[in-house]
Every structure is written in C-alpha cells, then in structure tokens.
C-alpha cells in the first residue's frame, strides 16, 4: 500500500520569497514519486518525477525537489516565488513495477502575495 | 502533437440519467488512467487499462461505474442511474513510457 501525506493545504509566500512544500510518503515497495501542479480549470501538469536515478530532481518552471529516504519525504522548493506559480500543487506516488496508478495527497494550494 | 483530450468539458445531468465520458489519450499510448477529483475525497483512481483490458478496476466506485477502451484508443467511462455524489471532474490520463502520464483538461459532471 502506498499514500501520500502534504502537509498544510494552503500556504502563502510573497513574490520573491522561498517556496515550500512538504510532501510525506508511505511505500511497501520502492516509490516513484510525483508533483504535479493544476491551474484553475486545467487538468494536471506534470513539474517533476523521482525515478531512483538521482535523489535531487529538478523540473519545470524553476522547481526542484529532493528525495529522502530516511526521512520518507520529497519536498518540493522554489528559490522565489513568482505570481504565476499560484495553483494546486499535488504529491503523487506509484510503484516501480506494474500497474503505476497514482495515489495523490491532499494538495497544496499555493497563494503569492505582492 | 495534440494531448489528450476529452469530452464533454461539463456535464450536468438529473438523477438516476446515465452519463458517458470520453477520453482520447495522446497517439500511441498503450496505457490509459482515469481518476476522479472530488471536495470530499481529493483526486482518486478509478481505473487502468492496458492497451483495450482493464487489469486493474479496483477504483471503480459502484457497479454503476463502468469503463471500456476500444482500438487501444479511445476510453469511454460510463456511469448508469447517476446520484449526487457522482459530480466531480473526472481526468483521464495516458501514458507510454512508464512514470510519465499526460493528463486530460477533464469533465466536470454535475448531478443535480
């Protein structure tokens, strides 16, 4: 069994400012794991993935997040905050072999203050 | 090239109607998600094919949830004598390499 625990789900940064969200997993076999952010009316887009090849992943649009084990998290970062990174931001686990459904946390919807 | 897409983007229906919702996954992807993205209970996955069988449905909520895929294409989902607690926005995605799914804009269903 696999979840996904995301802790806070709304946190507020200003525009320049470091972005943080935490992301917690549980996984019975190796994990991949996921963000994905979701603008208003807009399906999920996909800003990283871990896939064992190395413990810190950058993605798209300046994010990054690190994978670590001992402290079963991979939290997602920012150096700063622009406007247009307000959104839902969601953490997702599959297993490595077979079936790679996703199961999602909560969500993290991020608001940046002026 | 074109992502996947899906259609209806709404979707309102009364009570006890049967609804259906169709996916196309991006060309040449041999799996096919969907999943349902609701207040109460977040985003939750429904249903995996692989190429036109459904090896895993243990999302499926109900009996009333049922899903098909033909030509290793297009996906339809189909829900029979909808209830309010049906409405969500249901996403489809697909893949073909693995760890990658490209996700559809959905279809926001509402029973009323």
């Known amino acids: 069994a696999q979840s996904v625990t995301q802790l806070g789900s709304h946190v507020s940064v200003s525009e320049g400012a470091l972005v943080l969200l935490r992301c917690n997993y549980s996984?019975?076999?190796?994990?991949?794991l996921f963000w994905y952010v979701q603008y208003p009316n807009q399906g999920l887009q996909l800003l990283l993935k871990?896939?064992?090849?190395?413990?810190l992943v950058k993605g798209i649009n300046g994010f990054e997040a690190e994978f670590k084990k001992s402290e079963t998290s991979f939290h997602l970062t920012k150096p700063s905050a622009h406007m247009s990174d307000a959104a839902e931001y969601f953490c997702a686990v599959s297993a490595q072999v077979g079936n790679e459904k996703l199961t999602f946390g909560t969500g993290t919807r991020l608001t940046i203050i002026p | 090239g074109a992502g996947v897409s899906q259609s209806p983007s709404n979707k309102v229906t009364e009570k006890g109607k049967d609804v259906e919702l169709r996916c196309d996954p991006i060309s040449g992807h041999t799996a096919l998600y969907w999943y349902r993205q609701s207040l109460g209970q977040g985003l939750e996955f429904l249903i995996y094919f692989q190429g036109n069988s459904a090896p895993d449905k243990s999302g499926l909520p109900s009996d009333r949830f049922s899903a098909e895929r033909t030509g290793g294409s297009v996906s339809t989902l189909t829900i029979q004598r909808t209830q309010q607690e049906d409405s969500a926005v249901y996403l489809c995605a697909s893949s073909l390499f693995p760890r990658e799914q490209f996700f559809g804009p959905g279809t926001r269903l509402t029973v009323l």
């Open positions: 996984s019975s076999v190796p994990p991949y």
């Open positions: 871990y896939t064992s090849a190395a413990t």
